[in-house]
């Protein structure tokens, strides 16, 4: 990784930018499968479960092309994700999930804080890494919530290799894990779109850059790493 500064970056920043390059194409790539394979799924899946919904899925056929639809885009939701563990940069995969599951005090700090900012405020935190302690929890979200969500969606797509009681559970799990998703989710946009100081973010997973200033603010100890040309 480096960082961009007075030139012409990588992905064609003009001159006069001072950006640091947070995400790789395989880390991006990996995220937007997972984004958009994510809201297809809630759009099949709601509307296949309540009525209310359902007229709307006039747009892509009805209700049996919605089912083919979840059951296709599952397994990319599944498969397309989980490749980028071994192709696309996979090393900055692999450390992301090592790193969401490692909490330092300093991430800790910053959890106690994070209500604060999420309301347009900025806390006190120490120095925090590539992932600060708000990020690792909706990483957890997304990570357990994928796993609960899978197995799940398994045992219902088959249900007569499985014991009855299990399909029994695998409804209200599925149905659960999805929620669990989507207030995550909610609440990862907000940040990304709409919050003063955190949605200038959202450029790096466009085109993988972010500025300096929001790195140093957000991401001290990493942005220190980068500067001195380590990862």
């Not at 992905?11 to 006069?16: C, D, E, S």
């Not at 330092?104 to 999420?118: G, I, L, M, N, S």
């Not at 590539?130 to 919530?145: A, C, P």
């Not at 014991?163 to 894990?177: I, K, N």
């Amino acid at each position: 990784m480096s960082i961009q500064t007075q030139t012409k970056g990588q992905f064609g920043q003009p001159a006069g930018t001072d950006k640091v390059l947070r995400f790789t194409l395989g880390e991006r790539v990996s995220h937007w499968i997972h984004a958009v394979s994510f809201f297809l799924l809630l759009f099949t899946g709601l509307g296949i479960l309540s009525l209310t919904i359902r007229p709307a899925l006039a747009v892509i056929g009805g209700v049996q092309v919605a089912r083919i639809l979840h059951r296709t885009v599952a397994v990319l939701f599944v498969v397309g994700v989980g490749s980028m563990f071994f192709i696309g940069n996979p090393k900055y995969h692999w450390e992301w999930l090592r790193m969401v599951f490692h909490f330092t005090k300093a991430d800790w700090q910053h959890v106690r804080v994070f209500p604060k900012e999420f309301f347009g405020g900025h806390g006190n935190y120490p120095a925090q890494d590539k992932y600060n302690g708000g990020e690792k929890i909706n990483s957890l979200f997304t990570v357990f919530g994928s796993i609960f969500i899978t197995l799940s969606g398994v045992v219902m797509w088959f249900p007569a290799v499985f014991p009855p009681a299990l399909v029994r559970w695998a409804y209200p799990v599925h149905d659960l894990s999805m929620f669990m998703m989507t207030t995550a989710v909610i609440g990862h946009m907000y940040l990304g779109l709409l919050h003063p100081d955190s949605r200038v973010s959202l450029s790096g997973m466009l085109n993988g850059y972010v500025p300096s200033k929001f790195a140093k603010a957000h991401h001290a100890a990493w942005y220190e790493r980068v500067k001195k040309g380590q990862n």
